[in-house]
């Protein structure tokens, strides 16, 4: 059983505007999220992170938020631009296996210019 | 060279064959990973190494054998692979055990 879901597999947005990723885990132990990001024939990339002790994380054009009571994180990317086109991982840590990232399937974004 | 790095980049080996995968960070973290990531699966973790002591190994079938000689370098060592074991393999590496981690290239590879 998945303990993180991202349930839309691709998303196409504007340039300009506004890039809604989102991620649902079932485990309510984790309290460490990461969102990744991976261009095609590259590994991950470390994008922005949030501790379940925050609802909000903000770096740049990218923002991450959290809502512990409903299992669900967001990444907003706005204003999204074409070089933002990639897919998207969201992980998650904590309880039983602390060191490990239990990662989502992935959101490929694209954005049109 | 910085990062993380990963060689060979692409590998096709047959059923019999043995080979290695190498890995090598210059960032100085003591945590090193091996993930699997096959097409439209999640990336699934098959080994950590904290402090060059493996910590985690997550059902891996014995046929994926890692080796960390020291914090810098990681291998996987491949015999008689499966066609199913083709993937791209990434390797990984943090600070510490459960801090960000960074990732290298992948070797896309392909059991015949």
């Known amino acids: 059983d998945q303990q993180v879901k991202q349930n839309s597999p691709s998303l196409s947005v504007q340039e300009g505007r506004i890039s809604i990723l989102n991620c649902d885990y079932t485990n309510s132990m984790f309290d460490y999220f990461l969102w990744y990001k991976k261009y095609p024939a590259e590994g991950p990339t470390f994008l922005i992170s949030i501790s379940s002790i925050k609802d909000k994380n903000e770096d740049g054009r990218f923002t991450v938020f959290l809502n512990k009571s409903a299992k669900h994180l967001s990444l907003h990317i706005v204003p999204s631009q074409p070089g933002d086109s990639a897919v998207y991982f969201c992980a998650a840590s904590g309880g039983r296996s602390q060191g490990n990232l239990i990662f989502g399937k992935g959101t490929k974004l694209s954005v049109k210019p | 060279e910085t990062g993380v790095t990963q060689t060979p980049r692409h590998l096709v080996m047959g059923m019999t064959n043995k080979k290695s995968l190498k890995c090598e960070q210059h960032l100085g973290h003591n945590a090193m990973y091996w993930y699997k990531q096959s097409a439209k699966k999640p990336l699934e973790l098959m080994f950590v190494?904290?402090?060059?002591?493996?910590?985690e190994n997550n059902s891996v079938p014995s046929r994926f054998s890692p080796e960390c000689p020291n914090s810098s370098h990681l291998f996987l060592h491949l015999h008689t692979l499966q066609p199913e074991d083709s993937a791209l393999y990434l390797c990984a590496s943090s600070q510490e055990w459960g801090s960000e981690q960074f990732f290298g290239p992948g070797t896309r590879l392909t059991v015949l």
């Open positions: 190494y904290s402090l060059e002591e493996r910590v």
